[in-house]
């Protein structure tokens, strides 16, 4: 079964490899700029987060409540 995924893995792979040789350069520098925002947003939010463990737990809980009852109805 690992076998399988691997297999798998390296298609994938190899087939991202195929289309961002194939993609315009500016494309190629634009999903970069957006990789890096992405980063700094997930660093920005993982220093909050330790900043203020209770509060971020509060609205996750919040939020997961409020998620729950919209997706009943």
């Not at 993609?23 to 920005?44: C, F, H, M």
């Amino acid at each position: 079964m690992n076998t399988s995924y691997e297999t798998l893995k390296s298609k994938a792979e190899t087939a991202v490899d195929r289309m961002a040789a194939e993609a315009p350069p500016e494309l190629i520098q634009t999903v970069g700029r957006i990789k890096e925002e992405a980063s700094a947003q997930v660093d920005r939010l993982s220093a909050t987060i330790r900043q203020k463990p209770m509060q971020s737990a509060a609205i996750a809980a919040g939020l997961g409540f409020l998620l729950a009852v919209i997706a009943r109805r």
